[in-house]
Each structure stands twice: as C-alpha cells, then as structure tokens.
C-alpha cells in the first residue's frame, strides 16, 4: 500500500551520487590549519604520548613534515615551541630573542617554503617561569603590562616572517595593542587570528604536556573564559572586531560548536575553531581500544565545525585528514 506523500526526503539519499549532490558542507585541506611543535636540536623526531601520531620535531625534521604536508596540499601551519626551562623567565624575554628557537625556526621555514603561511602563536605561557598567558605579580595576571611583552613577541615574529599573528592570551585590549604595534613598525600586512572566545577548558591537558607550559599555580579562570557563557563571546566578539582582528576564533570546538555558530550568525568576519589536543586525543584513544571507528568519528567531527559555520579549522587531524583525501 503507498501512501500518497507530497515530501519524501529520501529521494534525496537514494544513492551516492545524489547524496553527494545535495550535501550541504565539506570540508577540504583548504579549511585547514596544521598545529605543529618545534623543539631544540637536531634530527629529533619525539612522539608526544598522550597525543599519538603528533611530534615534537627538530627544525630540520619540521622542515621535512612541512615539505610532507605541502605535498598533501596544506599549505598553512601554527607552530607552538617547546623551550627549555632554563630559557623561561617571568618576562617571557626568549619569546623576542632573535636568535632563539622560535624566531630562527620562522626565518627557515618562510627561506625555504616562501609559500607557506605561518599563524603564530603570541602568549607568554611557552616562555614564562610561571607557565601563564601574562606577566604574574604577587599571584595576579597583570592585563596592561602583559601588553607590552606581547607587542615584542609579535613584531620579532613578524619580523621573521609570521603571515598571521595569533593572540591566545586573552587579555583585555590585546588586539587593538598589536594591531597598532605591527602598524607602526611597518607590519600592516600582517593578519590577527584572535582567539576570541577561549574558554577555561578541561581539554587542554595533552597540548600543556606538549609543550610542558601548565601553569605553575593556580589556574587561568581570570582570563580564559567562563563554560558556562555564550553572551560573553559577543562581546569579545565585538570588541575584538572593533580593535582590528582580522578573523575570530573559537577554542575548544566540540564543547563549543554553539559558539561557532553564534559567531558566524552575528559577524561578517572569517570565523575560526581549535579543534584541539583533547579532543584529538579522545578520538585516538577510543579508536585504539575499538570503541569507535576513528576514521569515521574524525570525518564527522570536522564536518560538524563546517556545519556550525566556521571557515577555518585547527586541528591535529589535518595531515592524516588531507591523506585520507588522498587516497
């Protein structure tokens, strides 16, 4: 007996083909950004645990992963580096040595792969004895001064040859302070991907691991933000917007795709998601132990960020994803 149905949404999932011709969002390694992490030495290549298939690598390897990922068609990356205690101090000062590991690992990647575009990272973590995103006084995160550190580490990167300049700090005033300080040094062409809406997450434990920056007390519930706020993010949103940000971005991502779509429904600007170290992590270590089919679980999970509205996504599956295409 058939019944006599005006809609039959089905037609449209009949088969493949139709499927494909109707789906409403992709993804491809374009949308991609690929966080990376660059150590001292030489020919080091070392595995991070508790983020299986990522390395820490030695600038000659890095060199030799980005030439890997140029072939699979990602073309840019977001490098965090991994210093060594002795260089940390409470001013973050490694962070603008124009000679240290970071400054030096830009200046070789843009001489050898001019093509290649680098968002970098500005916040005080990696380089601070005190593991926080700014300048600590008696146990409080000091907003303005942080400021002026900040405006250093962003010129000597720039300097090197950043394309992109990625506040991750979250203090108040940040955007319109490094536009203004890139401005004026003759960086006008230099984007600024704010981390926007960053929140105080539970999933940033294997990126901490990674670069070993956890906070040496206390927490960052000052000026990450809050879980439990959405409205919040309009704001940062907007302020970030009117101080000259480039893109916004929203970090984590699976907790926060609401965010990603409050953002997108509420600015013209490209909207960025962190699709980061835990949530990464999550997936691996179900795949591992044969709870879920990892290939399809990441698919699905990067498909969800477009879904939401983001333009762009970090993520530590884009080389794995873009072979993935590949094949």
């Not at 950004?33 to 645990?49: L, R, Y």
């Not at 072939?71 to 124009?98: C, H, M, W």
């Not at 991502?253 to 965010?259: A, F, K, R, T």
Request: charged share 25%.
């Amino acid at each position: 007996m058939s019944h006599y149905l005006t809609r039959r949404p089905r037609r449209n999932r009949k088969n493949e083909v139709i499927r494909d011709l109707v789906q409403e969002n992709t993804v491809s390694v374009n949308d991609l950004i690929f966080p990376i992490f660059v150590i001292e030495g030489e020919n080091k290549a070392v595995e991070i645990t508790s983020m299986p298939g990522i390395y820490r690598y030695s600038t000659d390897k890095m060199l030799e992963e980005i030439a890997a990922c140029r072939e699979l068609g990602i073309k840019t990356f977001a490098p965090f580096p991994v210093i060594d205690e002795a260089k940390k101090d409470r001013f973050a000062q490694e962070s603008y040595n124009a000679e240290g590991l970071f400054i030096k690992f830009i200046e070789a990647v843009k001489k050898n792969f001019p093509d290649v575009v680098l968002m970098t990272d500005v916040a005080m973590d990696p380089y601070s004895s005190d593991g926080h995103d700014g300048l600590v006084d008696n146990g409080e995160i000091l907003n303005d001064p942080t400021l002026e550190f900040l405006g250093k580490m962003a010129l000597a990167q720039a300097r090197a040859g950043a394309d992109i300049i990625g506040p991750s700090d979250m203090m108040d005033g940040r955007v319109g302070f490094l536009r203004n300080y890139l401005d004026s040094n003759g960086f006008q062409n230099v984007g600024i991907m704010s981390y926007t809406a960053k929140y105080a997450s539970a999933f940033y434990g294997p990126f901490r691991d990674a670069l070993d920056s956890a906070p040496k007390f206390g927490d960052k519930k000052t000026y990450q933000m809050n879980p439990a706020n959405s409205r919040e993010a309009l704001l940062e949103a907007e302020l970030d917007t009117l101080e000259g940000a480039d893109y916004l971005m929203v970090k984590p991502g699976l907790p926060y795709l609401d965010i990603v779509k409050l953002l997108r429904d509420h600015s013209h600007l490209p909207i960025a998601v962190y699709n980061i170290s835990g949530e990464y992590a999550m997936v691996k270590a179900a795949a591992e132990k044969g709870w879920i089919d990892g290939e399809r679980a990441r698919n699905e999970i990067l498909l969800s960020f477009k879904r939401a509205g983001a333009d762009i996504i970090l993520t530590y599956f884009a080389k794995e994803y873009a072979q993935y295409l590949k094949r």
